[in-house]
């Protein structure tokens, strides 16, 4: 980093540079079937067994490339509508939806219901950060505007903000912008929101 011509801003990607998405959603899958396992009867036989021998690290992995694919397809020109904006839907729409399809292809439909499978998408909001994360963003946030700018959602990245202890300056989503990254226009209207130079 120069000290004669110092960053103005300092933007940061989200998931699994600032936070451990991949611990949290794993054991937090894991615990979730535990307990539904344990307290339901009207589980099918075939689910209890396909949720008992589950990988849930494995089944986390397979969600989240999900989530890359989806965004990827959704700065495809197909996803464009006659008006010429994007066809926009929310990462947290996407894991939600996403789920309930992997649970199908698992097999493991019935296993939660429907409102137990919206309070489980929503763990992506409640992510734990690395051991590191929080006390180094404090320290850059005396000295930089620090900000986020991550293809979650507005209301995620808020929640997660609060849960990790980050203190963002800013809030900045690929929501913003109705694109995703690595989409030029999730950049450019970053550095046109604080008002600094695209160079």
Not at 12 to 30: H, K, Q, Y
Not at 71 to 94: E, I, M, R, Y
Request: net charge negative; aromatic share 10%; glycine share 4%.
């Amino acid at each position: 980093m120069s000290c004669i011509n110092p960053p103005t801003a300092l933007l940061f990607d989200v998931f699994g540079t600032l936070v451990d998405w991949r611990t949290t959603v794993a054991e937090t899958l894991s615990k979730q079937a535990a307990l539904a396992l344990n307290s339901s009867s009207s589980i099918p036989t075939s689910v209890r067994l396909f949720a008992s021998t589950i990988s849930w690290p494995d089944f986390a992995q397979e969600w989240r490339d999900t989530y890359k694919n989806f965004t990827l397809a959704q700065n495809s020109p197909s996803k464009t509508k006659a008006s010429g904006k994007s066809a926009f839907k929310t990462v947290d729409q996407h894991h939600h939806d996403s789920l309930i399809h992997l649970l199908a292809d698992h097999k493991l439909t019935g296993l939660w219901t429907s409102d137990q499978i919206q309070a489980i998408a929503q763990i992506w909001h409640f992510l734990d950060p690395w051991s590191d994360t929080s006390p180094a963003l404090h320290d850059l946030s005396k000295s930089f505007l620090t900000c986020t700018l991550s293809n979650g959602n507005v209301s995620l990245l808020r929640d997660l903000a609060a849960h990790a202890d980050l203190p963002f300056s800013r809030i900045l989503s690929s929501e913003h912008f109705g694109a995703y990254k690595p989409s030029p226009l999730v950049y450019n209207g970053a550095a046109e929101h604080l008002g600094l130079r695209n160079e």
